[in-house]
């Protein structure tokens, strides 16, 4: 499966910005979606996932903030990012899992989108 990122940009702290990330090539509906974020100088990190089935995990950094979301009709996936910090700066990129358990370490995905760019100022 193909994915191709979007939606990022410069907003101010305490903004809002939505990604969306587009899947094809493959039966979108079967496969675990997950986002991780790779800061400056820093490891890519966990974001938040959703199962299949439609269960959502957060990681605790933006836990109450961000909102996972996935439409399987239009073969996409969302990301709400609502008060963002300046230290959720960072590339966002989606990927897929097609394990048949979901999970959120990185090494579980096998898909990735190329990433797209969040910047938030103070």
């Known amino acids: 499966v193909q994915l191709q990122a979007s939606g990022g940009g410069l907003v101010q702290a305490g903004g809002s910005l939505r990604l969306s990330c587009a899947a094809s090539?493959?039966?979108?509906?079967?496969?675990?979606m997950g986002w991780f974020r790779r800061a400056p100088g820093k490891e890519r990190d966990f974001v938040a996932r959703?199962?299949?089935?439609?269960?959502?995990y957060y990681s605790n950094s933006v836990k109450g903030r961000f909102t996972i979301s996935r439409d399987n009709a239009k073969n996409v996936l969302y990301l709400q990012m609502d008060r963002l910090k300046p230290e959720d700066t960072a590339v966002y990129y989606c990927?897929?899992?097609?394990?048949?358990?979901?999970?959120?370490?990185?090494?579980?995905?096998?898909?990735w989108g190329q990433g797209t760019q969040v910047t938030v100022s103070s």
């Open positions: 959703i199962s299949r089935s439609g269960g959502v």
């Open positions: 990927a897929a899992d097609g394990s048949s358990l979901p999970g959120s370490s990185a090494w579980r995905f096998d898909y």
């Open positions: 090539g493959g039966l979108f509906s079967i496969y675990h």
